[in-house]
């Protein structure tokens, strides 16, 4: 067996509350078909970044229907790593340098783990690269051969990928029951996948880290950090990578300032164990904040965790995703969800969640980041419509059991 992460069930009722009694009736009408049914989902890592984060309520909401849902965790090395990373990187445009070696090392982690695979099940759900190869690996290394449907999950951006990684992956995709893409931009174009599915990821709304907090709370949060609630406040919640051009954000932080003298800046990231840039990126991130005291840069060593996520999204004026490539980008739909509107990279699916002009501004330079942060801070009236709106947008298409109902209807679909 992979790496198991232990979950408990979640009771599909206790978003009546949040959510009403429709889509939860539908939902539990479509999930009496796959009562007991076996389910694995496998990824990279139990921490850090949006799959974590939507594995862990989507796994518990499918037990909570009565799927027998598991969570695994491959097994991975520095070196392996290292190669999953610069395939990443690849997919979403970058020059990498793509070696024959990084392909050995690659494949060997995938047979390692393979041969660790108990797959039994009747769906079998991959998420992004790192395991992709698993499938076309099983018949020859798994004690249980090729079971169930097969599901591949790409989280990505892989609209622009550079083309000897993706000659690499694409080939070891085509065999699954079904490609799950975010965007229809990101379905490769020359490739052969004859199941294509697109949906688009989703927040749980009554996590900790999206429940609504009273203003004494988020003051308390701000305070235990040395950040003053009182002041206008800008953040972005982003691992510490390139992609999402965290040294972008302090340069635009500081063209605010110009109009906004009081501006401070919180910059949270948690450090993911498949990400092995991530302390080179904060680094350098600390590096480009120079000191500056209204910079406040944390991670998860500071002990930032879900509460402190939510109070740092809902307590500020507005929220930044200022990524050059975003897959999604669930930070955009947390921070609409609590009512603040998001300054967000005119990419991928930011532009999913933001509709210009109405719930945030996507931008595609610093002077466009600040400025829009300018107008939002300076027009309460107008950032509280926005938040309004994008609440709405949120609550519409991407919440959880929107996803929950998406994935029921794909199951069966593959069962029919
Ligand atoms: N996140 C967190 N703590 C941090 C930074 C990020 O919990 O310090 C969470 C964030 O709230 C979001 C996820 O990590 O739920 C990041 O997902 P996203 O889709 O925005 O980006 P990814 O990391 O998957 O590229």
């Given at each position: 067996?992979?790496?198991?992460?232990?979950?408990?069930?979640?009771?599909?009722?206790?978003?009546?509350?949040?959510?009403?009694?429709?889509?939860?009736?539908?939902?539990?009408?479509?999930?009496?078909?796959?009562?007991?049914?076996?389910?694995?989902?496998?990824?990279?890592?139990?921490?850090?970044?949006?799959?974590?984060?939507?594995?862990?309520?989507?796994?518990?909401?499918?037990?909570?229907?009565?799927?027998?849902?598991?969570?695994?965790?491959?097994?991975?090395?520095?070196?392996?790593?290292?190669?999953?990373?610069?395939?990443?990187?690849?997919?979403?445009?970058?020059?990498?340098?793509?070696?024959?070696?990084?392909?050995?090392?690659?494949?060997?982690?995938?047979?390692?783990?393979?041969?660790?695979?108990?797959?039994?099940?009747?769906?079998?759900?991959?998420?992004?690269?790192?395991?992709?190869?698993?499938?076309?690996?099983?018949?020859?290394?798994?004690?249980?051969?090729?079971?169930?449907?097969?599901?591949?999950?790409?989280?990505?951006?892989?609209?622009?990928?550079?083309?000897?990684?993706?000659?690499?992956?694409?080939?070891?995709?085509?065999?699954?029951?079904?490609?799950?893409?975010?965007?229809?931009?990101?379905?490769?174009?020359?490739?052969?996948?004859?199941?294509?599915?697109?949906?688009?990821?989703?927040?749980?709304?009554?996590?900790?880290?999206?429940?609504?907090?009273?203003?004494?709370?988020?003051?308390?949060?701000?305070?235990?950090?040395?950040?003053?609630?009182?002041?206008?406040?800008?953040?972005?919640?982003?691992?510490?990578?390139?992609?999402?051009?965290?040294?972008?954000?302090?340069?635009?932080?500081?063209?605010?300032?110009?109009?906004?003298?009081?501006?401070?800046?919180?910059?949270?990231?948690?450090?993911?164990?498949?990400?092995?840039?991530?302390?080179?990126?904060?680094?350098?991130?600390?590096?480009?904040?120079?000191?500056?005291?209204?910079?406040?840069?944390?991670?998860?060593?500071?002990?930032?965790?879900?509460?402190?996520?939510?109070?740092?999204?809902?307590?500020?004026?507005?929220?930044?995703?200022?990524?050059?490539?975003?897959?999604?980008?669930?930070?955009?739909?947390?921070?609409?969800?609590?009512?603040?509107?998001?300054?967000?990279?005119?990419?991928?699916?930011?532009?999913?969640?933001?509709?210009?002009?109405?719930?945030?501004?996507?931008?595609?330079?610093?002077?466009?980041?600040?400025?829009?942060?300018v107008e939002i801070l300076t027009n309460p009236r107008r950032s509280e419509?926005?938040?309004?709106?994008?609440?709405?947008?949120?609550?519409?298409?991407?919440?959880?059991?929107?996803?929950?109902?998406?994935?029921?209807?794909?199951?069966?679909?593959?069962?029919?």
């Amino acid at each position: 067996m992979l790496n198991r992460v232990p979950l408990k069930a979640k009771s599909l009722s206790r978003y009546v509350r949040s959510m009403g009694e429709e889509p939860i009736a539908r939902i539990e009408q479509l999930a009496k078909a796959f009562q007991g049914a076996r389910v694995l989902h496998i990824n990279a890592t139990s921490y850090g970044g949006g799959v974590a984060e939507i594995l862990a309520t989507l796994v518990p909401l499918m037990k909570g229907v009565g799927i027998d849902a598991d969570w695994q965790v491959m097994y991975g090395t520095d070196d392996f790593y290292n190669v999953t990373k610069a395939m990443h990187n690849a997919l979403q445009g970058m020059d990498v340098g793509w070696t024959p070696q990084m392909e050995q090392i690659y494949m060997e982690q995938s047979i390692f783990n393979v041969s660790q695979l108990e797959a039994d099940y009747d769906f079998i759900i991959i998420h992004d690269p790192q395991p992709a190869a698993f499938l076309g690996l099983v018949e020859e290394h798994s004690p249980s051969g090729r079971q169930g449907k097969w599901i591949w999950r790409c989280h990505i951006d892989t609209s622009t990928p550079f083309a000897p990684v993706a000659d690499f992956l694409f080939p070891l995709i085509t065999d699954y029951d079904e490609s799950v893409f975010t965007m229809a931009d990101y379905v490769p174009a020359e490739q052969d996948l004859p199941h294509v599915t697109m949906m688009a990821p989703t927040i749980d709304p009554i996590s900790l880290k999206n429940v609504p907090l009273s203003a004494e709370t988020i003051d308390a949060i701000f305070d235990s950090y040395g950040m003053d609630h009182s002041r206008p406040t800008m953040c972005q919640i982003s691992r510490f990578d390139p992609w999402k051009d965290p040294l972008g954000v302090i340069d635009a932080y500081r063209l605010v300032r110009e109009k906004v003298p009081d501006l401070q800046l919180i910059l949270a990231g948690s450090m993911a164990s498949d990400d092995p840039e991530g302390m080179h990126y904060l680094h350098r991130t600390e590096m480009h904040a120079a000191g500056d005291p209204d910079i406040f840069i944390l991670t998860n060593a500071q002990q930032v965790g879900a509460i402190e996520v939510n109070a740092f999204q809902a307590g500020s004026d507005v929220v930044v995703q200022k990524s050059t490539r975003e897959g999604f980008g669930l930070t955009v739909s947390e921070a609409l969800w609590k009512r603040t509107p998001v300054v967000g990279g005119n990419v991928g699916g930011i532009t999913l969640q933001i509709k210009n002009g109405e719930n945030g501004f996507l931008v595609d330079s610093v002077e466009a980041c600040a400025d829009a942060c300018v107008e939002i801070l300076t027009n309460p009236r107008r950032s509280e419509m926005m938040g309004e709106i994008g609440h709405q947008i949120v609550r519409n298409n991407y919440v959880m059991t929107v996803e929950l109902e998406r994935w029921l209807q794909l199951f069966a679909l593959l069962s029919s």
